[in-house]
């Protein structure tokens, strides 16, 4: 089992940046893939950014590149998402997951492909 606590979210301007942190535990070597995902009252969960836990590899969706950035520190076993340059339209609560395996299909910004999610933290940006 593998047990994720995200944390890091709250009000900011736009334009303004905030760090979401998601705490790792459990079985953390069967972990081959972190993501962060949000979601809007209504609308589909959405892949934000992803990083193989193993090589540091990473993605970020087309919506957030340039402005997010995904990391890791397998020392702690923390997993950040630095939020820079918010817009309203980033507003969401925001998912920490834990993918263990890769099916055919597998992508990296795919719900489907994750095992494990947090319980989420909000992050509101106003205009």
């Known amino acids: 089992q593998v047990q994720l606590v995200e944390s890091g979210g709250g009000s900011v301007q736009a334009g303004g940046s905030l760090r979401l942190s998601c705490a790792v535990s459990?079985?953390?070597?069967?972990?081959?893939?972190m993501g962060w995902f949000r979601q809007v009252p209504g609308k589909k969960r959405e892949g934000v950014a992803s990083?193989?836990?193993?090589?540091?590899?990473?993605v970020h969706a087309d919506s957030v590149k340039g402005r997010f950035t995904i990391s890791q520190d397998n020392t702690q076993n923390t997993v950040y998402l630095q939020m820079n340059s918010l817009k309203p339209e980033d507003t969401a609560m925001y998912y920490c997951?834990?993918?263990?395996?890769?099916?055919?299909?597998?992508?990296?910004?795919?719900?489907?492909?994750?095992?494990?999610w947090g319980l989420g933290t909000q992050v509101t940006v106003s205009s």
């Open positions: 997951a834990a993918g263990t395996f890769r099916g055919r299909s597998w992508s990296p910004l795919s719900e489907r492909d994750y095992m494990y």
């Open positions: 459990g079985d953390t070597f069967r972990i081959r893939d």
């Open positions: 990083i193989v836990r193993v090589t540091g590899d990473r």
